[in-house]
């Protein structure tokens, strides 16, 4: 397994715990990641609205490096925001030859082409069915026996794109924690939105969402994302959201591959758990008692 690597901003800073503990996994499980050279920020939630086709261009420059660097290697990318982003830029330039032209016409000032664009696929893909829920299982070492996991997919790597899970009713996720030998806990909000970037500018807003799924899965032992925004409004803002509703719902918050990768034997340290917002005392507990 080997795929062209793009990390994006949030991997590089707020999220980086989220990038070490997929690279760890993904080299424990003999995939191969290479960096596109040279990679930009994917827009994000600026730059769309700020100028549609700077948001394009921002997306196809990373397209275009990577079939330089590697034609027909699949893009890895962990954070939801840049797959969306990556995948919007590949599709409109696929479906509008205007905007294709306008494009292409960016890329050629640094001598960059698009003739093949790589397929963008989001790290929860790939685990599901390149790497696979069995594989996984056949690899775990250390299962995460007596916790429940509470699957939290968002938005972005299921809307509106329908690649690999339902964005209704998501399931891709349950295999690969019941593999750890966790137990999923049943809920219904893991394809509910977070909030997201509404954090900084409608905080009350989005607050309440958080609210929401918080309370939904009160009796979970954590909550496992894929997304670096969902990951910070769901671990950053536990102690004001608690207050507004008047009880603790204090709740460890994990990435997906920091799940898997303490499961296949990795530790604490090579998953980066310091680095987590939130993780309980509790959780700590049960983790040490299932691992030991």
């Not at 793009?6 to 990641?33: H, I, K, N, Q, W």
């Not at 309440?208 to 994302?225: E, S």
């Not at 990795?266 to 509790?282: G, P």
Request: proline share 5%.
């Amino acid at each position: 397994m080997n795929y062209t690597y793009y990390p994006g901003c949030s991997l590089s800073a707020s999220a980086m715990e989220y990038d070490v503990s997929t690279r760890t996994l993904m080299a424990f499980l003999g995939a191969s990641l290479t960096d596109i050279d040279d990679w930009n920020c994917c827009g994000a939630t600026a730059a769309p609205a700020t100028s549609a086709l700077l948001s394009l261009a921002l997306g196809a420059r990373n397209l275009a490096l990577a079939e330089k660097m590697a034609p027909g290697s699949d893009i890895l990318v962990p954070c939801s925001a840049c797959y969306l982003n990556l995948k919007k830029a590949a599709a409109d330039r696929n479906k509008d030859a205007e905007i294709a032209r306008k494009i292409d016409s960016i890329l050629a000032e640094e001598s960059l082409t698009i003739t093949k664009p790589p397929e963008v696929r989001h790290l929860l893909d790939i685990l599901v069915n390149d790497v696979t829920a069995p594989a996984i299982e056949a690899k775990t070492t250390r299962p995460l026996k007596g916790l429940k996991i509470a699957p939290y997919y968002g938005c972005q790597c299921l809307r509106p794109y329908r690649v690999f899970d339902d964005p209704e009713d998501p399931v891709s996720m349950e295999g690969l924690v019941e593999a750890c030998g966790a137990t999923v806990f049943d809920w219904d909000m893991g394809a509910s939105c977070c909030g997201a970037s509404n954090m900084s500018t409608k905080p009350d807003s989005a607050r309440k969402l958080v609210q929401k799924i918080l309370m939904q899965a009160r009796g979970a032992d954590a909550i496992v994302t894929v997304c670096p925004m969902c990951q910070l409004n769901l671990e950053g803002f536990q102690r004001q959201v608690s207050q507004d509703a008047g009880s603790d719902l204090s709740i460890s918050i994990l990435y997906l591959p920091q799940v898997i990768g303490l499961a296949l034997g990795l530790t604490e340290s090579d998953v980066k758990l310091d680095k987590n917002l939130a993780v309980t005392r509790k959780f700590k507990e049960k983790l040490l008692l299932a691992v030991s």
